[in-house]
């Protein structure tokens, strides 16, 4: 299992760093401050909100959950905000609990995968924990990408199929692995 555990959490780890995170900068790139904070209507999310969810559940999930750091999350907050916080403070929040999650996935003993921690009231396992985060994470990019493109009328073009396989374009470096798709 340790062989296992350890190469779920380096792929768990590189979703955030290389696909994910690359795929909401690009987002936010093209995004003025105002359509940050647009709403579709009172019951949808602003792109605003979806970036301060995301830091809100990484961090209770990972950082505090499965890292042992002190959880203070207010998750009614994150949907609540309507002032706005300009795009490179949601950035670098977002960045800094990623940085704290990779750091606490990083030195997290693959071993013990399968002991149980109590988050956010419910008894889970890390793996189940961490599964949650990842796929969490990834609807929500996905939320984004889309309001960005409804936004901008871009194609945020994040393939390359020119050589008939397709290249990610925010992650160079990615040869093989989780990332293909």
Known sequence: MDETGRSFIASARAYFAEDYLPKIERSLDLLTDEQIWWRANPQSNSIGNLLLHLS??????IVCGVGGAQDDRNRDSEFAQRDTIPREELLTGLKQTLSEADAALA???????????????CD???LAAIVHVVEHFSMHTGQIILLTKVLTENDLAFYDFSTGKPVHKCRPSCKSGPFED
């Open 56 to 61: 809100g559940n990484v961090r209770q999930w």
């Open 107 to 121: 030195k997290f003993d693959a071993g013990k995968l399968l002991e149980q921690y109590s988050i956010q009231g």
């Open 124 to 126: 889970v396992t890390a």
